[in-house]
């Protein structure tokens, strides 16, 4: 994971390499999002979900993409869903799974609302998951490509945060050792 500091969050979180910013001292954020690439019609059930690589052009050794996953001691604050081309029958829901309180994106007639999104509640009591988890998302009913000619997605975003690690001699300014004879 790499973390920008502040003053240097200029651009996005990159969720591909893991990048998080320290908004707060000694907590880190992070924000990810995975697709599920439709090429067809899409089945019911559970889409596997990957974090695309930043990899936008053909390439001897493109990077592969990654599974989608949040480590452990991750504190989730907000999660969202969304669709890019797709439709389905009735009143349809797609919702990020395999973590507690994902969100679900309810279709009125067929036609998918423009994204569903938490709100961030400081209220709330927030548990750290135990370990990894990889998230997914899952569609109630079948989910058909509007127009074949254009890209079709189901999009999930996770954001959450960690405490950051205890400060190591890097963080600090120590002086340098002197040798005896040296002037003070």
Known sequence: ?????????????????????????????????????????????????????PDQRGDDKPRLDKTMSIPAGAKIYRTAVNVKNLSSTGSATIQATGISGGQTLTAASGTFPDGAASAYDPSVQITALGSATAVTATASADLNIIDSGDTAAVIVEVCYFLDAPAPDAEDVHLGYKIEAGQSS
């Open 1 to 53: 994971m790499s973390v920008i500091y502040p003053g240097n969050y200029v651009t996005h979180l990159n969720a591909y390499k893991a990048q998080g910013v320290e908004a707060l001292p000694g907590v880190e954020f992070y924000r990810v999002i995975g697709v599920y690439n439709a090429t067809g019609t899409v089945s019911a059930g559970a889409l596997a979900l990957v974090v695309p690589s």
